[in-house]
């Protein structure tokens, strides 16, 4: 199975918060638990430099609180750096549900849940993730205001699934330019890997451009769906990392290049959705580069979500949110260039940016 998870038998060995890795300096994790609904959360709030910390919840069923708590704080990062590349005024958070979303969401935990987001009066705002809905956004908006996402018919910006694959695209066809010198991607050879609520615009635009898709998901149902719906292949094999293709697009969960699929990837390109694609990410980011392997950073490229929920937030209209989007392509390609010319990784190069950001408005405030 995939998750954004890594070592989680080593964890324990480490102090429990602060000591991890994926603690990376966050200003506040609150852990939420309400025994009448089976509520179990924990939100991370890593950074509100730029402003408050906005980040989805993600309702997942752990196999344990370690993985669950590293999970949380390796999203929440990831939320500070997405924003402040993006260049919105937000900062980075996230929170994580432990269950199953299938099983043991009920409109009493989420709002819950919202009770808890409420308490903290603004710091920490929550949109969609992995086992989310809409409607969940809405449940939640009963009891907080601090939630985006909601319906359209209620204020909100709807689904930002769609958004997010069309940015996730136009960063393909960045790197697509950088690593073929054409962004035309008719005829590449493109494995989608998870063909959920993101997944599924990525093929749909892939499929406009006469690419030549492959799609992979543990859905049978989703897998014959898409099918039928765009007439792409599934994957029959074992082993989608060891095969020849163009463009690798993670659009599962995260971690996906590790230590084992490192040496097995023939690909030229990863571009994808998923949050926190390496591992490791200044091991597996390096090794990808050692390979000439192009890596479009996840954080960066599927920011059209975000994007889509902040227009709640500050009013701007459609146009707008398309224009920020399809930006991604041009910032892909810089940051490409930037890691080439400066001879890092292509993450690197977007953190550094990211983090300059960050210091520049720390600097400002302090004056
Ligand atoms: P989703 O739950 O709708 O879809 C995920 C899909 O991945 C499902 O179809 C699931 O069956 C499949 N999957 C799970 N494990 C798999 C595995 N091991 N192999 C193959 N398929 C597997 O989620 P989504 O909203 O489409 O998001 C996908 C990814 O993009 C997530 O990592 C999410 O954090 C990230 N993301 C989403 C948004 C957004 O706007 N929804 C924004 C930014 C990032």
């Not at 509520?39 to 950074?47: E, Y």
């Not at 449940?139 to 909100?156: N, Q």
């Not at 099918?227 to 971690?255: F, H, Q, R, T, W």
């Not at 690909?267 to 392997?293: M, S």
């Amino acid at each position: 199975m995939v998750t954004d998870v890594i070592n989680t038998n080593e964890l324990h060995k480490v102090d429990p918060v602060f000591g991890q890795l994926s603690f990376d300096n966050h200003e506040q994790v609150v852990f939420c638990n309400d025994k009448d609904t089976g509520l179990k959360a924990i939100i991370g709030i890593h950074n509100t430099v730029l402003g408050p910390a906005l980040g989805g919840t993600r309702m997942w069923n752990y196999t344990n609180e370690w993985e669950a708590l590293n999970d949380v704080l390796r999203l929440s990062r990831g939320m500070t750096y997405k924003s402040a590349i993006t260049g919105l005024n937000l900062g980075g958070g996230k929170a994580v549900l432990i269950g199953d979303a299938k099983t043991q969401k009920t409109p009493e935990l989420m709002r819950k849940f919202g009770e808890f987001v409420h308490s903290l009066s603004g710091k920490y705002i929550t949109a969609e993730d992995v086992g989310m809905t809409t409607a969940d956004m809405d449940t939640v908006r009963e009891v907080t205001p601090y939630v985006t996402g909601i319906s359209e018919s209620i204020g909100g910006s709807g689904n930002p699934s769609p958004i997010t694959g069309y940015g996730v695209f136009m960063g393909m066809k960045a790197a697509a330019k950088f690593r073929f010198g054409t962004d035309v991607l008719e005829d590449k050879v493109v494995f989608v890997q998870g063909i959920g609520n993101v997944g599924e615009t990525v093929v749909e635009h892939l499929v406009n451009e006469g690419a030549k898709v492959t799609i992979t998901d543990i859905n049978q149902e989703r897998l014959e769906e898409v099918k039928k719906k765009y007439g792409v292949s599934i994957y029959e094999g074992n082993d989608l990392y060891s095969e020849e293709m163009d463009i690798y697009a993670p659009c599962a969960l995260g971690a996906t290049i590790n230590d084992d699929t490192i040496n097995k990837f023939k690909t030229k390109v990863i571009a994808g959705a998923a949050n926190n694609q390496l591992a490791v990410e200044a091991v597996h980011g390096k090794l990808l580069q050692d390979k000439g392997i192009v890596y479009a950073p996840d954080f960066l490229i599927n920011a059209g979500g975000i994007i889509n929920v902040y227009a709640e937030l500050e009013g701007y209209d459609r146009k707008e949110i398309m224009r920020k989007t399809e930006n991604i392509y041009n910032t892909t390609l810089e940051i490409l260039n930037n890691a080439k010319a400066n001879n890092i990784t292509a993450n690197q190069a977007a953190l550094n940016i990211a983090q300059n950001r960050i210091d520049a408005r720390k600097a400002e405030n302090k004056r």
